[in-house]
Nanobody, 113 residues
Framework: QVQLVESGGGLVQAGGSLRLSCAAS????????MGWYRQAPGKQRELVAH???????NYANSVKGRFAISRDNAKNTVYLQMNSLKPEDTAVYYC???????WGQGTQVTVSS
């Protein structure tokens, strides 16, 4: 049974930082492209960043230069380092194995102005 468990969300002031983690189990993590999505209230879920099995990363324009995605295949974990946070980054952040139906439960990130 595949499980993706996110952690690291919380409340932070604008300009602050948070690091999200997503621990995967029940799948061959190292061969998967992993991604982080977010969904703000009243908005569609959007892709924030993804990272291939080889470590190549891609970002939404809105987070380029502020967020960094990384992975540790030995720990079956993908991370999202979020710096210079803005109120518009407020959302529930979800981890997923790209092109699968596997999603985490989400972790709330709230950025106050």
């Amino acid at each position: 049974q595949v499980q993706l468990v996110e952690s690291g969300g919380g409340l932070v002031q604008a300009g602050g930082s948070l690091r999200l983690s997503c621990a995967a189990s029940g799948m061959i993590f190292s061969i998967r492209t992993m991604g982080w999505y977010r969904q703000a209230p009243g908005k569609q879920r959007e892709l924030v960043a993804h990272i291939t099995s080889g470590g190549m990363a891609n970002y939404a324009n809105s987070v380029k230069g502020r967020f960094a995605i990384s992975r540790d295949n030995a720990k079956n974990t993908v991370y999202l380092q979020m710096n210079s946070l803005k109120p518009e980054d407020t959302a529930v952040y979800y981890c997923t194995a790209i092109s699968s139906n596997y999603w985490g439960q989400g972790t709330q990130v709230t950025v106050s102005s």
